[in-house]
T-cell receptor, first 112, second 113 residues
Framework: SQQGEEDPQALSIQEGENATMNCSYKTSINNLQWYRQNSGRGLVHLILIRSNEREKHSGRLRVTLDTSKKSSSLLITASRAADTASYFCATVFTGGGNKLTFGTGTQLKVEL | NAGVTQTPKFQVLKTGQSMTLQCAQDMNHEYMSWYRQDPGMGLRLIHYSVGAGITDQGEVPNGYNVSRSTTEDFPLRLLSAAPSQTSVYFC????????????FGQGTRLTVV
């Protein structure tokens, strides 16, 4: 079974608004990563947060990690139409070797 | 720097046919993996390799074979295609260290009729 689940499954917002996506996972992790997938394309890495970190920033992206709740959130500030894509969380879980296990994804649509 | 290259991009097979999906990377990454992506199910790990000569099964390995004779190449073989293998397949590579990102190919869209 998959390690992570994203919430919501789909999100539609207006350009300029913030978008928040959540990821929950099942077992202890070494790190959690977020990826973006544009329609029909491969996945692109956005940000990695280690299990001993609580927050990371990269440009308009902010990721938080709460290991006690086994959850993470991805915040995209001031969204643009170009941010329209699917977003996936992925984890390297403890005791799983180095396998990267993906969640089910959130489809984000940013409208003009 | 090409990154991760997958071929073909599209393929239609008849049930029972076999084929090989090619994956090559030029980043000297030890770790390579194959995923399939189905609607609403995210990416599921099929097989992975931690280096030349070493492969292991992922979450959904049945019906697929892999080999890793070189660091660069990691082909995925469908032995006898079934309609349930209709999917988009992605190859990914990364360094062995846990705290590293994965680089993905552009995917192969496979339809089995």
């Amino acid at each position: 079974s998959q390690q992570g689940e994203e919430d919501p499954q789909a999100l539609s917002i207006q350009e300029g608004e913030n978008a928040t996506m959540n990821c929950s996972y099942k077992t202890s992790i070494n790190n959690l990563q977020w990826y973006r997938q544009n329609s029909g394309r491969g996945l692109v890495h956005l940000i990695l947060i280690r299990s001993n970190e609580r927050e990371k920033h990269s440009g308009r992206l902010r990721v938080t990690l709460d290991t006690s709740k086994k959850s993470s959130s991805l915040l995209i500030t001031a969204s643009r139409a170009a941010d329209t894509a699917s977003y996936f969380c992925a984890t390297v879980f403890t005791g799983g070797g180095n396998k990267l296990t993906f969640g089910t994804g959130t489809q984000l649509k940013v409208e003009l | 720097n090409a990154g991760v290259t997958q071929t073909p991009k599209f393929q239609v097979l008849k049930t029972g046919q076999s084929m090989t999906l090619q994956c090559a990377q030029d980043m000297n990454h030890e770790y390579m993996s194959w995923y399939r992506q189905d609607p609403g199910m995210g990416l599921r790990l099929i097989h992975y390799s931690v280096g030349a000569g070493i492969t292991d099964q992922g979450e959904v390995p049945n019906g697929y074979n892999v080999s890793r004779s070189t660091t660069e190449d990691f082909p995925l073989r469908l032995l006898s295609a079934a309609p349930s293998q209709t999917s988009v397949y992605f190859c990914a590579s990364r360094k062995t260290d846990r705290d590293t990102e994965a680089f993905f190919g552009q995917g192969t869209r496979l339809t089995v009729v």
